[in-house]
Nanobody
């Protein structure tokens, strides 16, 4: 079983930047899609961005032009650069890795943007 651990969250002022990383307990092979999701208090978990092993990306409209998802290596599969952060970006951010044999989630990292 693979464990994912997110890092890089924290408190930042509106307009600031954060970079989220995702570390795996072991190298992950057979990756299909990697992504970041978020869940704000009282709301459902929503997609932020995904990236395939081929490099195709998909972003939520609310983060287009501000966030950039990127691939890294088999033990640190995906990162999320967040610029021009807004108050409404405040949420717990989750790393997700889907392989042909499994679907893995991290425990989440809190991102708080002060207005």
């Amino acid at each position: 079983q693979v464990q994912l651990v997110e890092s890089g969250g924290g408190l930042v002022q509106a307009g600031g930047s954060l970079r989220l990383s995702c570390a795996a307990s072991r190298s992950i092979f057979g990756i299909n899609v990697m992504g970041w999701y978020r869940q704000a208090p009282g709301k459902q978990r929503e997609l932020v961005a995904t990236i395939t092993t081929g490099g195709s990306t998909n972003y939520a409209d609310s983060v287009k032009g501000r966030f950039t998802i990127s691939r890294d290596n088999a033990k640190n599969p995906v990162n999320l650069q967040m610029n021009s952060l807004k108050f409404e970006d405040t949420a717990v951010y989750y790393c997700n890795v889907r392989t042909y044999g499994g679907n893995y989630w991290g425990q989440g990292t809190q991102v708080t943007v002060s207005s």
